[in-house]
């Protein structure tokens, strides 16, 4: 089943522009192990670019309170043909979410917020429902609260899409969805709370506050809130791939100021970068708030919940990490008990950088490798695939885990590079990945949709048939299976 773009606060445009930008990156000229170690991850991440069609994008890793490794690819503007310079800056979308929760843990460390108390201990005149919810449920989207944003189309509640105290008013009276800390949902009426609960016990405006006692101590200049609707100097422009990935349209990003705490900052991976390094440093928060900011979080039965406080946890056995995730196009994830971050800005809503991430750490932490170097092992049987086909796919990928060290690519990673392969009408290719994925993945319904879509492009219906029922076998509840085997006429 195609993957789909995360829900972002976007709206867009129709302007089509050329596709098939080709990254550009500054080579190393050293020949030392570090520069070795450079050009690798340069290739790396050119590959993935030119694979996900990411017009320009930002690296920086941070390694024991120093930047190592800092690359500006491709161009902030296909209009323009601008290059990506360390002066472009980006959006981070919901990575502004992590802001908010240093904010809140800046007035938790002066007195003036409990991270325990129930948000009606500091906001008044909520509905009943509202009430009893806490900070830390808002922080974690815990909350069960109703989404002043509709997830589906993107706009606020209400009958005046475009109207923020109409949308403040129509959520609150929709029901509440759960009980507080019963399930996570990642929910933007949460952050609109935060910032009203940081403007009253911070005395100022949430965006002056973050200004002052972020990015100002951080060392963060040129970083400031804004969208489509400001002039933001030296602003990379914002794009997303056209239907079946022929060409880009641009994105109008639209913030309402309301929903600032939830989304609208835009940096750099140099500020970016001042701003982590500042953070484990002690300049915004005490060590132990730090620590607690970043603490994972549980829900009523004691279940983890995937949010810490305001940051999402990258959960796993070892090399743990918390995340800034915005847009699917820009991330940061910081490693506390590895001493590292690695910092990816770009300018494609849905090019999802976050997935390379772990690889590039991996060239930090060799054991990271072995857990979460999937997407580089997809890279590299890519580069087999160019010269080798696609013929004896399993084979090949474990040559290249024994040789490079490295995990299997994900049910995910196989899956978005065999519908890249199919947008690009190669269905036979896209085929031998897709199997691959039920090989690696045997259990995982979606691994055998995906194949079936394939082998339907193929115009191999009996096993488009086949491999639909089995993922039905997998997943009864898979709408789609059931929808193309009618279209089959084998329901």
Known sequence: MNPRLPSVLLLMAFAAVPAGVIAAAAAPTSQSQASRVEQEIAAFVRS?????????LQLAVIQRGKVVLKRNFGLASLQYRVPV????????????????????????????????????????????????????????????????????????????????????????????????????RYNQTNYVLLAKLIELQGGQPFTTFVQHRQF??????????GDAKDVVANKASSYVLDRGGKGYRNVIEDFPVFLRAGAGINSNVDELANWLIALQAGRLLAPARVARLWQPTSLNDGKPAPWALGWPTIGRDGHRAVAGIGGARSAFYVYPDDDLAVIILSNLAGGQPEQLIDSIAGFYIPALRQQRGGAYAAHLLRQSTSSGGFDGLEQKLVAIRHQHGLSAPTEGDLNAWGYRLLGRQQPKQAIAVFQLGVQLYPQGANGYDSLAEAYEADGAKSLAVTHYR??????????????????????
């Open 48 to 56: 993935e670019m030119q694979e996900r069609q990411i017009p320009g």
């Open 85 to 184: 310079t360390d002066a472009s800056l980006f959006s981070i979308n919901s990575a502004t979410k992590a802001f908010a929760g240093v904010a809140v843990m800046q007035l938790v460390q002066q007195g003036k917020i409990d991270l325990a108390a129930p948000i009606d201990r500091y906001l008044t005149g909520l509905p009943a429902a509202w009430q009893g919810v806490t900070v830390t449920q808002l922080l974690n989207h815990t909350s069960g609260l109703p989404d002043v944003l509709d997830q589906r189309s993107g706009k606020l509640v209400g009958p005046q899409p475009d109207d923020a105290d109409a949308a403040w008013t129509a959520v609150q009276v929709l029901p509440v969805e759960a009980q507080p800390g019963e399930r996570y």
């Open 470 to 491: 089995r993922s039905l076998e997998l997943d009864p509840g898979n709408k789609h299976a059931v929808a193309r085997l009618r279209v089959l006429g084998a329901d």
């Open 216 to 225: 100002d101590v951080a060392g963060m200049p040129h970083s400031g809130f």
